[in-house]
């Protein structure tokens, strides 16, 4: 159980155009999820913080505009990255933690998407 | 702000026990976690460790940790070729449910 997948896993596409990743947690529900980058041979930096039903709140210089985050369900999760651009090419991860927590509140990650803009 | 710190490299001959080291500034940490991240791949939990503990062994791993010290340390007994992989330790915010993970240790695991 407590499974997180993430779509698409690999992407490549133009700058200036937009990007959407999806994150799903497969058997059990999310209340919040995170969102992280991870740049080559570097740490996981989290950039936001998604609330169903509510605004994504946003760490220290990560741009909100840019980096749109839905959370409509309680299952799901989207990141769109806006007018993408080649310094957006990550290692994007996310993360969900399940609504009846467990002792450890413990995260679950996905696999990760690679998102290259040319 | 908080940080969490690791060496960043580690090479050992297979067979030989593996530590890794990973400091972190947080005193109100409830639990810390270590991660396993092969190429291209998500982290993979390995073990975890509440922080009224100073002590937890799960088969080939043990980690110990130093409160006072804030340090935090994972052993891996008889190494592998298959524990190749970058180790992320966490810190795990009691009130946001944020993790604050560590630079990141690549083992490298040679015959």
């Known amino acids: 159980g407590a499974v997180v997948s993430q779509h698409p896993s690999r992407v490549i596409c133009k700058s200036g155009t937009s990007v959407k990743i999806e994150c799903r947690s497969l058997?059990?529900?999310?209340?919040?999820m995170f969102w992280y980058r991870q740049f080559p041979k570097q740490s996981l930096m989290l950039m936001a913080t998604?609330?169903?039903?509510?605004?994504?709140?946003?760490e220290q210089g990560v741009e909100k505009d840019k980096f749109l985050i839905n959370h409509a369900s309680l299952t799901l999760s989207t990141l769109t990255v806006t007018s993408a651009h080649p310094e957006d090419s990550s290692f994007y991860i996310c993360?969900?933690?399940?609504?009846?927590?467990?002792?450890?509140?413990?995260?679950?990650f996905g696999p990760g998407t690679r998102l290259t803009v040319l | 702000g908080e940080d969490v710190e690791q060496s960043l490299f580690l090479s050992v001959r297979e067979g030989d026990s593996s530590v890794i080291n990973c400091t972190y500034t947080?005193?109100?940490?409830?639990?810390l976690y270590w991660y396993k991240q092969e190429p291209g791949a998500g982290l993979q939990l390995l073990t975890y460790?509440?922080?009224?503990?100073d002590m937890k062994q799960d088969q080939r791993l043990t980690v110990l940790l130093n409160k006072k010290d804030k340090h935090l340390s994972l052993r891996i007994a008889d190494t592998q070729t298959g524990d190749s992989a970058i180790y992320f330790c966490?810190?795990?915010?009691?009130?946001?449910?944020?993790?604050?993970f560590g630079t990141g240790t690549r083992l490298q695991v040679f015959p």
């Open positions: 993360s969900a933690l399940p609504s009846v927590r467990g002792q450890r509140n413990e995260q679950f």
């Open positions: 998604s609330n169903e039903g509510s605004k994504a709140t946003y």
């Open positions: 058997d059990f529900q999310a209340t919040t």
């Open positions: 460790i509440f922080s009224n503990m």
């Open positions: 966490a810190d795990a915010h009691p009130n946001t449910d944020k993790l604050i």
């Open positions: 947080d005193s109100s940490s409830t639990y």
